[in-house]
């Protein structure tokens, strides 16, 4: 079980890794809405993070507590998954 310090640490990363996402993807400042982007972040978070690890990906950027390949591996993480909701919104309709 993770520590509180550690959620905190995994909703910054995620709500960054979000916000950023969606307003590279939307051109917009504002994204989709904070809780939109803090799960998009936090599902690209989980999905960024185990893609590097099996690709054993690193960046050599550092052990911090929010480190900049944690929010990387996030943002690649965040972009694959609205792929992947894009993909799964335009093969529905």
Do not use: C, E
């Not at 998009?40 to 690890?53: C, E, M, N, Q, S």
């Amino acid at each position: 079980m993770p520590s509180w310090t550690t959620l905190v640490t995994w909703l910054i990363v995620g709500a960054l890794a979000g916000s950023l996402t969606s307003t590279l993807l939307r051109r917009a400042k504002r994204g989709h809405g904070l809780i939109s982007n803090l799960g998009v972040g936090l599902v690209g978070a989980l999905i960024g993070g185990a893609l590097f690890r099996l690709l054993k990906i690193d960046l050599g950027l550092g052990d911090i507590a929010v480190s900049a390949q944690d929010l990387v591996s996030a943002l690649v993480g965040s972009l694959i998954f609205l792929a992947g909701v894009r993909l799964y919104k335009t093969r529905k309709s």
